[in-house]
């Protein structure tokens, strides 16, 4: 199994980016997914989740400017993010884990199997 996950790099406070994550080795619809982020001096956290039946979460700190989707056709799991904030910058990372059952969001970072080797955002003010 391997997750790439790419589409980082530098923009404006406002402006938008979106980071695609393509896996491999996973039949699509099989897992649950998820995107991380780890800014400098902190600790990992969730950014957004999406179970196999599409069900979905947010972090309070993007809700309403990130969307999180899948492309079953490419087996590519997609972060749509606008309105860049400069508190946004982080490494972010994919995740995925395979699930029984179709409506399991999963949020805690201990529970992925399989990760992305992280792409950088940088948002400048």
């Known amino acids: 199994v391997q997750l790439q996950a790419y589409g980082g790099g530098l923009v404006q406070a406002g402006d938008s980016l979106r980071l695609a994550c393509a896996a491999s080795?996973?039949?699509?619809?099989?897992?649950?997914t998820a995107w991380f982020r780890q800014a400098p001096g902190k600790e990992r956290e969730i950014v957004a989740a999406l179970s196999r039946n599409g069900r979905t979460f947010y972090a309070d700190s993007v809700k309403g400017r990130f969307t999180i989707s899948r492309n079953n056709a490419e087996n590519t799991v997609l972060l749509q993010m606008n309105s860049l904030k400069p508190e946004d910058t982080a490494v972010y990372y994919c995740a995925a884990v395979v699930c029984r059952n179709s409506f399991s969001i999963v949020t805690s970072s201990y529970e992925y199997d399989y990760w992305g080797q992280g792409t950088l955002v940088t948002v400048s003010s």
């Open positions: 080795g996973l039949t699509s619809r099989s897992y649950s």
